[in-house]
């Protein structure tokens, strides 16, 4: 089974423009039935603050599109909403949907990125999300969650062997993005994918930039800014035996992630 995530300029805070390009995307694309399919943060309206008209209830029509695209791909789906929270902010989700269109589950951004504004617009999540992709535990995060490495630590605890990182992250900073998969797929001994936007909103231009890392922190396929496709295949049995040789996250000390 192969990864692909789909790299592109989104419309600004155009939905149905975004609904229409990312499902051009997948006709061309044609992944086959059991793949996984990665969107971008906030795949169809951008790192938008404004929320009227835009955020959605759980059973919004992001919700219904992305549904609607698993089931007919027959795919595992993952990709990034604006929800309403339980204050007047909202929230920065990654939804995953299973190849029936079921949501497996919803991972709310737990880092919103203050320097930009996000906090006043956006609340943090609370928890986290894991699920299974044909016997490898993988975990969405969205974006600014890169930042803090105790999250990925979280997770490996709880058996992640994939991390999906989706994203609007600035050019400005790219040189960032590239050293933070790196040091998250070495430390947590995982693979790594930045599924990063490209192209520019009214105020930030975006590098592109999608990377696969491997467990090693080897860069296994990777996109330029241009608009493109990443797809590749995960090596499970190399990550196992490379935990096996090498069993670094047996040292880690749980008390300091407040586990027991």
Request: with cysteine.
């Amino acid at each position: 089974m192969n990864v692909h995530a789909l790299q592109y300029s989104i419309h600004w805070e155009d939905k149905t423009a975004n609904f229409r390009h990312i499902r051009a995307l997948l006709e061309q694309l044609r992944p086959q039935p059991g793949d996984l399919v990665v969107l971008p943060e906030l795949s169809c309206v951008g790192f938008t603050m404004r929320r009227e008209g835009l955020a959605e209830d759980p059973e919004g029509e992001t919700r219904r599109f992305f549904s609607a695209l698993a089931l007919e791909y027959g795919v595992f789906l993952v990709g990034g909403a604006s929800w309403w929270g339980e204050s007047e902010r909202g929230l920065n989700m990654a939804l995953t949907f299973d190849p029936q269109g079921q949501l497996l589950g919803s991972y709310a951004k737990q880092h919103p990125f203050s320097y930009g504004g996000e906090t006043d617009h956006y609340q943090a999540g609370d928890g986290f999300f894991q699920f299974d992709w044909h016997g490898c535990q993988v975990a969405p995060l969205v974006c600014y969650d890169l930042r803090f490495p105790e999250t990925f630590r979280h997770l490996a605890v709880g058996g992640v062997e994939f991390y999906l990182v989706i994203a609007n992250w600035p050019a400005a900073r790219v040189h960032h993005w590239d050293a933070l998969l790196l040091a998250r797929a070495i430390e947590n001994q995982a693979y790594v994918l930045g599924v990063n936007r490209c192209g520019e909103d009214p105020k930030v231009s975006y590098p592109g930039s999608t990377r696969l890392i491997d467990p090693h922190g080897k860069v296994v396929a990777s996109l330029d800014q241009q608009p493109g496709n990443l797809s590749a295949a995960l090596d499970l049995e190399d990550l196992r035996a490379y935990r096996g040789r090498f069993p670094a996250l047996n040292d880690l000390k749980r008390s300091q992630l407040g586990l027991s």
